[in-house]
């Protein structure tokens, strides 16, 4: 009898890849977007994992306009927070294990190397609020629970999402013609959501539970990055370094989120591929899907 699995958010970069992922591995996977299910709504939530008699339930759902969430905190509030109590509730009722992803930007960013699963959480924006904000509800109301920190996630969903990844955003102004300017002072571990939904599955299998970091494999700034990503696409765009302090945003955020996969490592799972390596997988699984067909 196949096993059965729910996803939340899976129209989304990573809950494309999970879909495909435990697809894979012999679930019958449900997947639910914005659109099919609202998960603000406690009711809802519940009958839709009560009678999909799902044994799995992941949520890579989340409201991540991190700047946006500054003037409108209680949207990202019932998104981040509220939604994933209601999951946890129904995951509680119905026996199911409850899969969560979190962010890196629980984190401040003052340790200056990075993050491991022991540092205590200070978020600094009101979406970090509302994630970490998440991870205690789930907490509160499961013992049987895997939390997923993640930091930068990029795939291939990211060409049909309104909002895309930063690989995408940095194509477009490449082509645009005009100096890109990167913050440079930030850094982050910027995760390929393949190896991400890989690693999820494998923690699933080993029956894992807690708190894991699954960043991508490499620390890098933002500014590294984008030229990482210009040379693997083989443009050379002007692109100049810039600062927090020189390009302020609405959110205060986190100057170094990059993650440590300590727990990752010591269950001896597969490490994160190289950034490079990703972003090339990336570009070239990209130029196939935007080939013109004949």
């Keep these: 009898m196949s096993r059965k699995a729910i996803i939340f958010g899976g129209a989304g970069q990573l809950g494309f890849e999970i879909q495909r992922e435990f697809a894979a591995r012999g679930y019958t996977v449900f997947s639910y977007e914005r659109s099919g299910v609202d998960i603000t709504d406690a009711a809802m939530v519940e009958r839709v994992i009560a009678t999909s008699e799902a044994e799995l339930v992941l949520n890579s759902a989340a409201y991540n306009m991190v700047d946006v969430a500054e003037n409108e905190p209680q949207a990202a509030y019932e998104v981040n ?105 930030m850094v982050a571990s910027p995760t390929y959501a393949p190896a991400l939904a890989h690693c999820t599955g494998e923690l699933v299998e080993r029956g894992a539970r807690g708190i894991f970091h699954a960043g991508g494999g490499t620390a890098i700034s933002w500014f590294e990055y984008a030229k990482m990503i210009f040379h693997c696409a083989g443009l050379d765009p002007e692109v100049r370094a810039t600062s927090e302090r020189e390009y302020r945003t609405p959110a205060r955020r986190p100057r170094y989120t990059a993650l440590a996969n300590t727990k990752l490592d010591a269950l001896g799972i597969e490490p994160m591929p190289p950034l490079e390596k990703a972003v090339r997988s990336y570009l070239y699984l990209r130029a196939s899907l935007l080939q013109p067909e004949g």
Excluded: W
Excluded at 130 to 152: F, M, N, P, Q
């Design 81 to 185: 927070a509220l939604a994933v109590r209601n999951m946890a509730v129904a995951c509680r009722q119905s026996g199911a294990k409850l899969v969560h992803f979190s962010t890196d930007y629980v984190f401040d960013g003052t340790k200056g190397s990075p993050y491991t699963e022991e540092d205590r959480p200070h978020p600094l924006n009101a979406y970090a609020v509302s994630k970490l904000c998440g991870e205690l509800y789930a907490r509160a109301y499961l013992d049987d629970l895997l939390i997923v920190r993640t930091s930068g996630v990029f795939g291939l969903a990211g060409l049909k999402t309104a909002r895309g990844n930063f690989v995408e955003l940095m194509l477009r102004l490449a082509a645009d013609s005009q100096p890109i300017r990167v913050v440079a002072d």
